[in-house]
Antibody, heavy 121, light 107 residues
């Protein structure tokens, strides 16, 4: 079955760019009407939706993160990427990738296990 | 953005009891609301979509209701594995938002 796995540096310095990858296994990232999302969760807090991308490259994002977010897809590698620039301690969180699709009525029906990113000098 | 407010923050119940969780939206989200369950150290799992539809593989003891601004997740009889955090989420308008969560704990 399809699985998602997030990866990337666990520690990022303030003002730098956080870069994460979500690898899709067990299926093609471009098959079906799939959207690929990033969500984050600071320790002990709730969930914040960051944005999503369709395999065509079209995106939706969260204005609260202003222009710091870039989400991209690499179909040759079956990966989705997240870049978050100018990070601060407030960006410390577990970052999840997740899928939504027409058959789940565009709700998040498959999630990765998440990866913890700490912003600290 | 639409703010989702969940109540109560914590629900202390015993196995076998019923649970009623509430999610209120700051403006109408029609029926575009989902419920997720999250256990410690795990990713959230989709339980209910479009306010009242159970996701694949979700037991019948979970049910959702509501539309507009007021929604309810009901667990008819709590099983030990149901003690967890529950979040609501709306997809009615951008950006998608989540509630702050309700913890269902063992009394």
């Amino acid at each position: 079955q399809v699985q998602l796995q997030e990866s990337g540096p666990g520690l990022v310095k303030p003002s730098q760019t956080l870069s994460l990858t979500c690898t899709v296994s067990g299926g093609s990232i471009s098959s079906g009407n799939y959207y690929w999302n990033w969500i984050r969760q600071p320790a002990g807090k709730g969930l914040e939706w960051i944005g999503r991308i369709y395999t065509s490259g079209s995106t939706n994002d969260n204005p609260s993160l202003k222009s710091r977010v870039t989400i991209s897809v690499d179909m040759s590698k079956n990966q989705v990427s997240l870049k978050l620039s100018s990070v601060t301690a407030a960006d410390t969180a577990v970052y999840y990738c997740a899928r939504d699709q027409v058959s789940s009525m565009y709700y998040l029906d498959l999630w990765g296990r998440g990866t913890l990113v700490t912003v600290s000098s | 953005e639409i703010v989702l407010t969940q109540s109560p923050g914590t629900l202390s119940l015993s196995p076998g009891e019923g649970a009623t969780l509430s999610c209120r939206a700051s403006q109408s989200v029609r029926s575009y609301l989902a419920w997720y369950q999250q256990k410690p150290g795990q990713a959230p799992r989709l339980l209910i979509y479009d306010a009242s539809n159970r996701a694949t593989g979700i037991p019948a003891r979970f049910s959702g209701s509501g539309s507009g601004t007021d929604f309810t997740l009901t667990i008819s009889s709590l099983e030990p594995e149901d003690f967890a955090l529950y979040y609501c989420q709306q997809r009615s308008s951008w950006p998608w938002t989540f509630g702050q969560g309700t913890k269902v704990e063992i009394k």
